[in-house]
């Protein structure tokens, strides 16, 4: 939500500003916790391994990914691109049956069709729905 309302209230930033700015602000509010379980932890148990795999998910998931994200949400309306976060949960439930070979439940499918069905009705286009409804309307003016 804020990503989509800034859109619209802030001066425009660039896709790496806009990351950094996320980062910084999520460093900030998870570096006690972060010290806090540091102090209980062995770090010369970490192989090489496992220091890449921190390093890939820092660069590509938590960095890269935003990247990503911000330059999309430049480029499309608020509207468009607050319905594509409902991809989240869609993606999460099919990598979960595809890597960790979950099982999916009735209750998600009839979850991901919800979400599905939202993703359409915010971004098709006006000839397949009709005419779109503001949600703010006005009394039409009489003249007296």
């Not at 916790?33 to 998931?61: E, H, P, Q, R």
């Not at 999460?92 to 070979?101: G, N, Q």
Request: overall charge neutral; charged content about 10%; some cysteine.
């Amino acid at each position: 939500m804020a990503t989509t309302s800034s859109k619209s209230l802030c001066q425009p930033m660039s896709a790496l500003l806009r990351t950094t700015l996320v980062s910084l602000y999520a460093f900030a509010c998870l570096l006690p916790l972060a010290l806090y379980d540091a102090l209980g932890y062995d770090f010369a148990l970490m192989n090489t391994s496992s220091i890449v795999c921190v390093a890939y998910y820092g660069f590509f998931v938590s960095f890269l990914s935003y990247v990503f994200w911000f330059k999309g949400v430049a480029e499309v309306p608020a509207g468009v691109a607050g319905s594509f976060t409902g991809l989240v949960p869609l993606s999460s439930i099919f990598f979960s049956w595809l890597v960790l070979h979950e099982h999916i439940e009735f209750i998600h499918w009839i979850g991901l069709l919800f979400v599905l069905t939202g993703i359409l009705f915010s971004c098709a286009s006006d000839a397949l729905l009709g005419a779109r409804i503001s949600p703010i309307r006005t009394p039409p003016k009489t003249h007296v």
